[in-house]
């Protein structure tokens, strides 16, 4: 599984002009599954997004957790997070679970961050054509990967 993490100041995504999901201050987190992908990663990964430390203290320090400030969390499918460049001009996208079982994976991943997560939690939609619009607040953005935890 890999993520993408972006402190925001706002964000939103957009079906057919319709707003499927919308926060204020807090994370939009992009997520890409490949079939290999377990409820351990599912963990993993939640773990790190609630207690990643990218917000300012009073000094200015990134050291507060969304948790800690009660932000909100915005999650939107992308499987071409899972895009492979090595040959030629042409993502491929091999590694990404196939539609039905990514869009499985996302709906567990979702109730299993909202059972953790007592904020808001709002979703795109998967398998749309969605419009996100962001502010990215200072720019901060994380990437992370459940195979490969650094």
Known sequence: MRVVIQRVKHASV???ERITGQIGVGLLVLVGFEESDTQEDFDW??????QLRVFPDENGVMN??????????LVVS????????????RPSYIRSSPPDLAKNQYERFVISLK???FSPVQTGEFGA????????DGPVTICMDSKNKE
């Open 115 to 117: 059972n953790k997560y």
């Open 14 to 16: 957009k079906v057919d």
């Open 64 to 73: 507060v957790s969304v948790q800690d400030i009660k932000g909100e969390i």
């Open 129 to 136: 054509d969605m419009k996100v619009e962001l502010l990215n």
């Open 78 to 89: 992308q499987f071409t997070l899972h895009a492979s460049t090595k040959k030629g001009n």
């Open 45 to 50: 990964i939640i773990n790190k997004i609630i």
